[in-house]
C-alpha cells in the first residue's frame, strides 16, 4: 500500500466516491485532483503502462493543461530525469511513488478485483480484492477501469534497454527524428550517454513470448554499425496505442495517449469537469 497518512491496508478500505482500476497515469492524473478516490492494480509498478514499456516520448510543458501534470514535469527536471525531449525510462516509476505520496493518493497494489457488484438500494459498487494481505472489501459510488484491454490497436512495439558507449555513435538512420510511429526497427537516445531504446514494432496480435523471441533473433543479426550496443534489459509490458472507440469507458484507457503526461494530464482534467 501506498499511502501517504501511514494508513494500512485494512484502515483504508471504506466508501469512497470512486474506485480505479490499474494505477496508471491517468488514474493518478485523476486522484490527485478529486479526493476520496482509492486505486487499485494487480501489479507492483504505479505508472507501469509506461515504465515497464520503456517509453522515451514525453510531451513539453507548453501541451500542459493542469497545475498537476505541470509539477510532475517539474519533478522530472528538477531530478535530472529529463534532457530536452529524452526522458530516462527508469525514473518513471519513482517519479510516480513520490507524486502519489506528495499528493496523499491512496494506492494499494498487488490487488487483484475479483467482484464488483451494484447494490440496488443506492446504485453503489460493492467491490472485492485479494490483496497480498488476504480479501478486502469497500464501496464506491462509481468505478472506473483504465485496464481495459485495448482490442483496438493502432501501434504497437516491444522496446528494449541498450548499454553502448555513447548514443553519438547511433547512425542517423536508426534514429527517430520526426518522433512518429516508424514501422520498422529504431533507437532513441537516452538521457544519459550510454543509454538507449531500441523500438521493435508488432503486429496487434502478437503475444509477449513471439515479441521476445523475434526481438532477440532481429539483435543477433543486427548490423556492425550497431554491434557495440548490448540489450541491458527487456520490457515487461508491449508499448501500445489504441485508435478511438465509441465504446463507453474506453475514453479512460491509458494506452490511448502516446506519453504519461498526457495520460497525467487528461486524468487531471477529467477531475475537474
Known sequence: MISANGEDAEKIMKNFSTFINGATFWAIGFASVKSDVLIADTGINPGH????TFCTRIVGPEKLKTAA?????????QHNALCGNRLHPAALIPAACAF???????????????????????NSHQITLMTSGGVRKLSAGCVIDTLIPAGNIRYKEFNAILHGVS???IPEKWLNADEKDRMTPFISPGRFRSEAVLHFPCPADMDYIEARFELEKFWRARPAEIAEWKIALMAREFFEITGKTPNPGHEYFSKNFGDPLSALDAGAMEAMR
Do not use: G, P
Open 69 to 77: 501534470a505541470e509539477s510532475f514535469y517539474r519533478y522530472l527536471k
Open 49 to 52: 503502462e509506461f515504465a515497464d
Open 100 to 122: 502519489i505520496l506528495e499528493h496523499k493518493i491512496n494506492t494499494l497494489l498487488n490487488a487483484t478485483m475479483i467482484d464488483d457488484s451494484v447494490n440496488k438500494m443506492d
Open 167 to 169: 548514443h553519438e555513435t
